[in-house]
């Protein structure tokens, strides 16, 4: 069973960043990818972005294009989220999940997921 740790959500203003890590117990998959979720009040989860297991494939929304950044550490099973130019539009309950098998956008394709790190964005 794959455990998964989110960090660093916060308060912030419009403007500033903030960078989310989230740890893996160990993966033993062969190929995997991670993701990045996120769910906003009243509205379903959507897809933020997602790195495959080497960091060489990379996809994003459409709504974070230039902002967020995503990367992986495979020495210490961590992915994370840089999020650049934060707006009110951004808050969310923000989770990580990890799949196996290559880079995917939608959210049945994960089979790990962690508990979430809330994101507030204050205009």
């Known amino acids: 069973q794959v455990q998964l740790v989110e960090s660093g959500g916060g308060l912030v203003q419009a403007g500033d960043s903030l960078r989310l890590s989230c740890a893996a117990s160990?993966?033993?998959?062969?190929?995997?990818?991670m993701g990045w979720f996120r769910q906003a009040p009243g509205k379903e989860r959507e897809f933020v972005a997602t790195?495959?297991?080497?960091?060489?494939?990379?996809s994003y929304a459409d709504s974070v294009k230039g902002r967020f950044t995503i990367s992986i550490d495979n020495a210490k099973n961590t992915v994370y989220l840089q999020m650049n130019s934060l707006q009110p539009e951004d808050t969310a309950l923000y989770y990580c999940?990890?799949?196996?098998?290559?880079?995917?956008?939608?959210?049945?394709?994960?089979?790990?997921w962690g508990q979430g790190t809330q994101v507030t964005v204050s205009s």
């Open positions: 999940a990890v799949r196996k098998g290559l880079i995917d956008s939608r959210e049945r394709k994960y089979d790990y």
């Open positions: 160990e993966l033993t998959f062969s190929t995997y990818a």
């Open positions: 790195i495959s297991r080497g960091g060489g494939t990379t």
